[in-house]
């Protein structure tokens, strides 16, 4: 039986697109610990904002904002486990000079220091969703009026649980590396099925995480729009922007949000 129908993005050498039937995928924190962030030393603290926001549950938060006050198309980034948000620096002005407003944010727990922030609270994985789900109303605040998001593996996780809960103001959603399950953050059918914003599943071949796996099990049962995209490089989510393959992931996401966070038509009659 063939696959199902694709969203096509641009490939190039190195990279391919693939389709699996959907299998159950159990990743434990501890298989990502392993795991560092993309370097940040090409990053300008003057190019950006440190912000802080408070979650639902009183947890103060670290923040920094990138690109134009007046934009109109925002991206969330959130970080992996045991990276924070400056693993997403160099990334987050790289959209930025694409013109979105960009906020890149730690998880409770992770204090970096530095221009890297410090967020309160005890690091727990399974509270990703609601810190997550209190920098997307922060930066709704800033102005955008379309918002994507893109998390690196549990960051990943995180995302399509929260896009699943907002269904009608989340207008894409990028991951890298993510999960189906990490700890108590599950990421399965039902909870696909409720994403209508356009997704799009980045994974690296040789990632000893189980990232493609997971990657064709979500893509499977996920609806449209959506695409799979697997580059030939063993690196795990914010890695793969500077590993072999690092322009090809930049240039991909970039293609999702330029695609599905462009200003959509007025209805008229």
Not at 66 to 71: E, I, K, L, M, S
Not at 161 to 176: M, Q, S
Not at 218 to 225: E, L
Request: proline share 8%.
């Amino acid at each position: 039986m063939a696959p199902p129908a694709r969203v096509a993005l641009p490939t190039r050498m190195g990279s391919t697109a693939r389709f699996r039937p959907a299998v159950t995928i159990v990743l434990l924190a501890l298989s990502l610990a392993a795991c560092g962030g993309a370097s940040s030393s090409s990053f300008d603290a003057s190019a950006s904002q440190a912000v802080s926001f408070k979650t639902s549950d009183g947890v103060t938060l670290s923040g920094r904002l990138f690109g134009p006050v007046d934009a109109q198309e925002g991206v969330v980034l959130s970080h992996m486990l045991p990276a924070d948000q400056t693993s997403w620096y160099p990334f987050a002005q790289r959209l930025a000079g694409d013109g979105y407003r960009v906020l890149t944010f730690d998880f409770r727990g992770y204090c970096p220091g530095g221009d890297g922030g410090c967020s309160a609270g005890t690091k727990d994985i399974n509270a990703a969703p609601t810190d997550l789900d209190a920098a997307l109303r922060y930066l709704r605040k800033q102005g955008p009026q379309r918002i994507g998001l893109a998390g690196a593996s549990m960051g990943g996780t995180a995302s399509l649980l929260v896009a699943g809960t907002d269904p009608e103001n989340i207008d894409a959603v990028v991951t890298l590396s993510a999960p189906e399950v990490l700890s108590g953050l599950a990421v399965g059918p039902p909870q696909l099925a409720t994403i209508s914003a356009p997704k799009l599943f980045i994974a690296g071949l040789g990632d000893p995480a189980g990232a493609v796996q997971a990657a064709d099990a979500m893509y499977a049962n996920s609806p449209q729009p959506s695409d799979e995209q697997i580059v030939t490089d063993d690196s795990h989510g914010t890695d793969l922007l500077s590993g072999p393959q690092g322009e090809h992931v930049q240039e991909l996401i970039e293609q999702w949000f330029a695609r599905y966070l462009a200003a959509r038509p007025t209805p008229t009659g």
